[in-house]
């Protein structure tokens, strides 16, 4: 189980607020895609190849889109490579093995951030736990509408994301990298159910999977389908949700 590396410690202390357990690194798993073909592991109901992150390395398009079918609606991300090309390749495998698919919206913050990636099966999250990929340098903001990789501090990020409701700057100096944006449905994205607060634990999604949620959290969204759509259209700007009070405190950085 991985610790949280101090400096997130800090920092969650300076804002009054609980870290955001985005990717854990310890019992929190990664999100698990379904599968591209045809055939499914017994173990895992999804793609063999999820139990294999290793092998899935394949290079993202300089530009390309991904389409959520949720519970709550539809909503569509648009990811440049050049913004970080190490989270965009990353996502682009995790999507084209159909990782997100079934996947819940574990965590929802009004006027932060909405976060998912720990996926439905146990299995398949102690495959990624240690999965990790290096930082990308941040070339974009934590804008509303943009998509970044949680982590558990330096060179940790695996599958877990969160998008932004917020103009969360202040993420940016601790080595958020936005790698995407939500180009339409930023109104599905800030309808997704939050009234359970940060009460799942991470700990028992990434060992028990969809049956704790299932079991505890019944009303959480979650993602039907996430597919690759290619190529993608030009970007337009993602619709800000609607003005609200912000919190006293500014909540603590994602973290995994």
Request: zero cysteines; a positive charge; aromatic letters at 10%.
């Amino acid at each position: 189980m991985k610790r949280v590396a101090p400096w997130m410690m800090a920092i969650a202390l300076l804002l009054s607020a609980r870290l955001v357990s985005a990717q854990t690194q310890s019992s929190t798993q990664k999100p698990a895609t379904t599968t591209h073909t045809a055939t499914t592991h017994a173990a895992t109901g999804s793609d063999p190849a999820l139990l294999h992150p290793a092998t899935l390395t394949a290079k993202a398009p300089d530009v390309y889109e991904v389409t959520f079918d949720t519970t709550k609606g539809m909503f569509v991300v648009q990811v440049t490579r050049a913004w970080a090309p190490l989270g965009a390749d990353r996502f682009y495998n995790l999507v084209r093995h159909h990782y997100y698919d079934g996947v819940a919206f574990f965590r929802v913050v009004p006027n932060f951030m909405v976060q998912f990636g720990l996926n439905g099966s146990p299995a398949v999250n102690k495959a990624w736990m240690n999965a990790n990929i290096k930082d990308d340098p941040v070339t974009q903001s934590n804008k509303p509408g943009y998509i970044t990789f949680a982590t558990a501090g330096p060179n940790t990020r695996t599958t877990q994301v969160f998008i932004n409701y917020a103009n969360n700057a202040f993420l940016d100096g601790q080595g958020f990298a936005p790698f995407g944006m939500v180009t339409s449905g930023m109104e599905v994205v800030t309808a997704i159910y939050s009234g359970d607060d940060e009460r799942p634990d991470q700990g028992a999604i990434t060992n028990q999977g969809n049956a704790y949620l299932s079991k505890n959290f019944p009303n959480l969204d979650k993602v039907k389908t996430a597919k690759v759509t290619s190529p993608a259209p030009a970007a337009t700007p993602a619709k800000k949700p609607a003005a609200a009070s912000k919190p006293a405190a500014k909540p603590a950085a994602p973290q995994q």
